[in-house]
């Protein structure tokens, strides 16, 4: 003969629904956490192409600064900024800008030959000009 399986005692079937409901809860809130996640990660992304798609609606970007245009040198006390100029050659393109520190790298095209200003950004004062030449420098 076959023993009788034992029948569960109330403690046992209360305990098992118990740890049931935990783990419930315990994937509930797993699931939620990664669903914030990302949704954070999706808000991120969707910031950035939004402002890389928009550059005016940049709210970092001081008011009156137009698009393209380039303000060099030191701010007033009322937040005015001083009119320094880059002197390029007539016809001159500017291909790229680049900011490091307190240099602003200006490198434009005229008359077919690419160049590179290094400006003082603080004073807007020109610092070096570097004309671009094709090949390696010779020895």
Do not use: C
């Amino acid at each position: 003969m076959s023993e009788p399986t034992p029948v569960p005692h109330a403690a046992d079937r209360a305990e098992a629904a118990a740890r049931n409901r935990k783990e419930r809860v315990l994937v509930f809130i797993v699931a939620f956490l990664g669903l914030l996640i990302v949704a954070g990660i999706a808000a991120v992304v969707l910031r950035i192409i939004y402002l890389s798609a928009n550059p005016a609606a940049n709210p970092t970007a001081p008011p009156g600064l137009q698009q393209g245009s380039v303000e060099i040198g030191p701010r007033t006390q009322l937040g005015a900024m001083d009119a320094s100029q880059l002197a390029l050659p007539e016809g001159a393109t500017v291909k790229s800008l680049s900011l490091s520190g307190d240099r602003l790298a200006v490198h434009y095209e005229a008359g077919g030959k690419d160049a590179i200003a290094i400006l003082d950004v603080a004073s807007g004062a020109v610092l070096r000009r570097y004309d671009v030449v094709p090949g390696a420098p010779k020895p």
